[in-house]
């Protein structure tokens, strides 16, 4: 760097054209923020209907009878179909469980809660027995006492159980918009694949950036069917078989089940004291068998359902897709089951092509050790 006499200030100390370059990153740094401050509040939203509109790209393709077809009216069509088919029965649902909670909190609110007297056996349960008697007998001797004593836990568990149904309906509506937001992605699905494949290859290369495209697409496909479609099955199943089988707040439970389901735990901490309540209620033994067996087969569909689904048409293992997703989730809710398991596929991915590169030092030494016998 050559310094001219009347230089001063910062050009003392920077070539001008480095000094043009900071000023452009500083720009282009502060254009990146604004934008991202801006489009924050939309971000889940946004996140969601691409999430949805991927998944259900085909079934619109197929209804558009393929990219010749009229793109925005079979994405109309798909989303109409799926808000009459799933979004009324998942407002009722959802419509259900807040009822449910709001009258249950009022119950206990107004005294008009009944408990009825256990039996003596209770007292003879192990470990818990005695203390679980003597709970029991008190609040069915004299309830509003017993509340009493429990006020500042019912209170404060009444609180969460109301937060908990207003948020059921907004969780809902959520997912409507973002299914709306989604077939509105659908109807540009071809031109929006195509630029975030120039995207990739801009990132990457122009090799892979193509490959790149097709194992996110594949990756968020395959947690969509092998989590959130398998537990939405096993909810669906179970729920029939909880209002056939005259189980109390048979959609509460089909909604636990679904999330018990997506955040990977066994349907059966539901379908098993459920099949004990069908016992205990008594009725006819031929029909608690029947019901029995019957929520035993769903409990269980997810062991059968989820190594067909789970990782089908990845380039990348089950483990790493599951990992992947139950990771995101922990870290970033429901939406980081696909947010982490593409990122741990695409992660898998690009290590396992930087480690087959081929390199003919690495490759001979790798095939002259191959070569020798055996040590005995």
């Given at each position: 760097?050559?310094?001219?006499?009347d230089?001063?200030?910062?050009?003392q100390?920077?070539?001008?054209d480095?000094?043009?370059?900071?000023?452009?990153?500083?720009?282009?740094?502060m254009?990146?923020?604004?934008?991202?401050?801006?489009?924050?509040?939309?971000?889940?939203?946004?996140?969601?209907?691409?999430?949805?509109?991927?998944?259900?790209?085909?079934?619109?393709?197929?209804?558009?009878?393929?990219?010749?077809?009229?793109?925005?009216r079979?994405?109309?069509l798909?989303?109409?179909?799926?808000?009459?088919?799933?979004?009324?029965?998942?407002?009722?649902?959802?419509?259900?469980?807040?009822?449910?909670?709001y009258?249950?909190?009022?119950?206990?609110?107004?005294?008009?809660?009944?408990?009825?007297i256990?039996a003596e056996s209770?007292?003879?349960?192990?470990?818990?027995?005695?203390?679980?008697?003597?709970a029991?007998?008190?609040?069915?001797?004299?309830?509003?006492?017993?509340?009493?004593t429990l006020?500042?836990?019912l209170g404060?568990l009444?609180?969460?159980?109301?937060?908990?149904?207003?948020?059921?309906?907004?969780?809902?509506?959520?997912?409507?918009?973002?299914?709306?937001?989604g077939g509105?992605?659908?109807a540009?699905?071809?031109?929006?694949?195509?630029?975030?494949?120039?995207?990739l290859?801009?990132l990457?290369?122009?090799e892979?950036g193509?490959?790149?495209?097709?194992?996110?697409?594949?990756?968020?496909?395959?947690v969509?069917?092998?989590?959130?479609?398998?537990?939405f099955?096993q909810?669906?199943?179970?729920?029939?078989?909880?209002?056939?089988?005259?189980?109390p707040?048979a959609?509460?439970l089909?909604?636990?089940?679904m999330?018990?389901?997506?955040?990977?735990l066994?349907?059966?901490?539901?379908?098993?004291?459920a099949?004990?309540?069908?016992?205990w209620?008594?009725?006819?033994?031929?029909?608690?068998?029947?019901?029995?067996?019957?929520?035993?087969?769903?409990?269980?569909?997810?062991?059968v359902?989820?190594?067909?689904?789970?990782?089908?048409?990845?380039?990348?293992?089950?483990?790493?897709?599951?990992?992947?997703?139950?990771?995101?989730?922990?870290?970033?809710?429901?939406?980081?089951?696909?947010?982490?398991?593409?990122?741990?596929?695409?992660?898998?991915k690009?290590?396992m092509?930087?480690?087959?590169?081929?390199?003919?030092?690495?490759?001979d030494?790798?095939?002259?050790?191959g070569t020798?016998?055996p040590?005995?």
């Open positions: 760097m050559v310094m001219s006499e230089s001063s200030g910062i050009r100390f920077l070539p001008e480095m000094l043009d370059v900071l000023v452009k990153v500083g720009l282009i740094a254009m990146v923020v604004v934008c991202f401050r801006i489009f924050a509040p939309f971000m889940n939203l946004l996140l969601w209907g691409l999430i949805l509109g991927v998944a259900l790209y085909p079934l619109q393709q197929k209804i558009a009878g393929g990219p010749e077809g009229n793109q925005g079979s994405a109309t798909l989303v109409l179909g799926i808000l009459l088919l799933l979004g009324a029965p998942t407002v009722m649902i959802a419509s259900s469980f807040a009822t449910h909670i009258d249950l909190v009022d119950a206990f609110r107004t005294n008009q809660v009944s408990v009825p256990p209770v007292a003879g349960w192990p470990i818990i027995g005695e203390r679980l008697y003597a029991w007998s008190a609040a069915a001797t004299d309830l509003p006492s017993y509340l009493e006020q500042p836990q404060e009444g609180s969460a159980a109301l937060s908990s149904a207003a948020g059921a309906m907004g969780n809902v509506l959520f997912f409507l918009g973002a299914l709306v937001v509105i992605m659908m540009f699905g071809e031109s929006g694949g195509a630029a975030t494949e120039r995207i290859s801009k990457t290369s122009k892979h193509p490959r790149l495209h097709q194992l996110i697409v594949a990756t968020i496909r395959s969509a069917t092998g989590v959130i479609g398998v537990a099955i909810a669906l199943l179970l729920g029939i078989g909880f209002v056939l089988a005259g189980i707040a959609g509460l089909a909604i636990i089940v999330i018990a389901g997506i955040i990977q066994p349907a059966a901490i539901i379908s098993l004291p099949i004990g309540y069908i016992w209620a008594g009725g006819d033994t031929t029909m608690n068998v029947v019901w029995t067996i019957y929520l035993l087969i769903a409990g269980m569909a997810d062991n359902l989820k190594p067909m689904l789970l990782g089908r048409g990845v380039e990348a293992p089950m483990p790493v897709i599951l990992i992947g997703a139950l990771g995101g989730m922990v870290s970033a809710g429901i939406v980081g089951l696909f947010i982490g398991a593409v990122a741990l596929a695409v992660g898998y690009l290590f092509d930087w480690v087959n590169q081929a390199d003919p030092e690495v490759d030494a790798v095939q002259a050790r020798e016998a040590v005995a």
